[in-house]
């Protein structure tokens, strides 16, 4: 996609409590960093808001204005900080906007505190009063996650007889259904809402406020980070309490898989990797391997080498990979785990590395360089998850040539599609049912195939073909802003 495709540009201020680089805890981060680039780059006018916490100082000061919480008159102060994007050597500077409280912000880490509610009530507040102080009224806001979902609903609820306010619509994103921001029934003072909204219809939860719920029930549009995981949180599975909430919004939810950025996980320019390749010369793909092998002590050889980058928890499906690790060291096979989690899983992976020194290699720890040369250097990359929503792992291990071995949920689903040795489509290999069988009968069709050399790289190439860059994604939260703004068209609010 690019600029003169659009046939229409936005104002958009995305609002997130993490955004990379200034602050991460998760992949909220990244989307919240790298969604803006490519926004801007398509020629939005797009701009970010995120509290200023204790390790934000690139920044200047805008003003302050005071943010109403429960009895406390609270001070934002309002500064800007930049995010660089550039496109053919062109440069677009997007605005991010810090919102400041030494209160309720310049402590030690982002999160975990008890008086979390308090602390972004104060930032939802904060945003849509930021939005009159600049003068600058978005076409969509575009929230992420229980801390700014609440944002849609005092909008609705107590901004839209401003007319500044009336053309903005609402985007609410799902990154991780599991935290939902829900606590006692007195933080609806604190978010200035009187007793009626403590009602099943609007956010009362289980006997509690939830901030999530508030995203959802109150929001133009829904989506989450892939279009199965979409489907699935309507499920009571994959639900978290939350999927009748989600059923009564089903016409509005969509799925958008997270875009990977092209630039840092680029195979012919990582420079964390021993070898730069790419799909012409993929001959060098091969001494990442060998090199690879020899960091392990594995012994170097022409044997499928297969990669788990994970953090190690009960999600990530690794009770599979350990219940066939067995059968798989009968075949002529090498297999490498870089993760840290669970102290039972680092464990049990320990000691199959003590039982199988020459074929199994375990390093416990968060190593992003040695995570990059096991991309680069295996051959199969293993993610049996038990639930996804949209997941990373298989999106670098394709864009490095690695065959990912996946189980069909989640993002996982949306994009890993299964080789077809008669068509010879497909860029990895998938299995439906959460069982160690169904793992074991995928990881052993990719081992039939890396048999023959021609056909594999030929499936290595396809792989490689496939474009996961945060252009398409980009495209496509375009398309759903759309969506958002013409249902608010629809509700017809007074002029
Ligand atoms: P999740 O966000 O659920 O952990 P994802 O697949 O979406 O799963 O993202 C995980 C990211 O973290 C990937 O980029 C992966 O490479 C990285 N990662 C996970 N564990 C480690 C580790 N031990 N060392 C380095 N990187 C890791």
Redesign the pocket.
């Known amino acids: 996609m690019n600029i003169q495709e659009l046939d229409e540009t936005y104002r958009i201020l995305i609002a997130s409590p993490e955004v990379a680089p200034f602050a991460k805890t ?2 909220l981060a990244d989307v919240a960093g790298s969604l803006p680039k490519a926004l801007a780059v398509m020629g939005n006018d797009v701009r970010v808001v995120m509290p200023k916490y204790r390790g934000i100082t690139d920044y200047k000061t805008l003003g302050d204005f005071p943010v109403q919480v429960g009895q406390r008159k609270a001070t934002a102060i309002l500064r800007e900080g930049v995010i660089r994007a550039r496109l053919n050597g062109m440069e677009r500077l997007v605005p991010v906007y810090f919102i400041d409280n030494y209160h309720y912000f310049d402590r030690d880490n982002m999160y975990m505190y008890f008086d979390e509610a308090e602390r972004f009530a104060f930032f939802s507040k904060a945003i849509l009063e930021m939005i009159k102080r600049l003068g600058w009224a978005p076409h969509v806001i575009h929230c992420n996650d229980w801390q700014t979902g609440i944002v849609p609903l005092l909008l609705r609820e107590k901004y839209r007889h401003d007319p500044l306010y009336q053309g903005i619509a609402t985007l609410f994103t799902i990154h991780n259904l599991k935290y939902q921001g829900n606590y006692p029934r007195e933080v609806l003072s604190l978010i200035g809402l009187g007793d009626e909204y403590f009602t099943p219809e609007r956010i009362e939860f289980y006997g509690n406020v939830s901030f999530m719920k508030a995203g959802i029930v109150y929001a133009d549009v829904i989506n989450t980070v892939s279009k199965t995981y979409a489907k699935e949180i309507q499920t009571p599975v994959y639900g978290q309490l939350m999927d009748g909430v989600l059923r009564s919004r089903a016409q509005d939810i969509y799925g958008i898989v997270n875009g990977l950025n092209y630039h840092e996980f680029n195979p012919e320019t990582d420079a964390r990797i021993y070898r730069n390749y790419g799909i012409g010369n993929l001959h060098d793909k091969m001494e990442n391997k060998y090199a690879l092998q020899r960091e392990l002590d594995l012994p170097p050889g022409d044997v499928p080498l297969m990669g788990v ?3 190690l928890v009960d ?1 990530k499906g690794l009770d599979l990979i350990a219940e066939i690790i067995p059968d798989l060291m009968r075949e002529d096979v090498q297999f490498v785990l ?3 989690g669970d102290p039972y899983y680092e464990e049990l992976f320990r000691s199959f590395h003590q039982g199988y020194p020459n074929k199994i290699a375990v390093e416990i ?4 360089a ?2 990059q040369r096991i991309y680069a250097g295996c051959d199969m990359f293993l993610m049996p998850s038990r639930f ?1 929503p ?4 298989q999106l ?1 291990s394709i864009r490095y040539g690695t065959i990912p071995i996946v189980r069909s949920t989640g993002g996982l689903a949306d994009t890993v599609t299964n080789y077809e040795p008669e068509r010879r489509a497909g860029n990895g290999f998938t299995f439906a049912e959460y069982s160690a069988d169904a793992l074991k009968d995928a990881v052993l069709r990719a081992i039939a195939v890396y048999r023959d050399r021609r056909i594999w790289m030929s499936l290595v190439e396809n792989a490689m073909r496939h474009d996961f860059s945060w252009n398409r994604s980009a495209a496509e939260y375009m398309s759903v802003y759309g969506v958002a703004r013409n249902k608010l068209e629809a509700l017809a609010y007074p002029a």
């Open positions: 998760g992949g980058v994970s953090r999600q870089l993760g840290t720890g968060f190593n992003v040695l995570a996804e949209c997941g990373l792992g670098i």
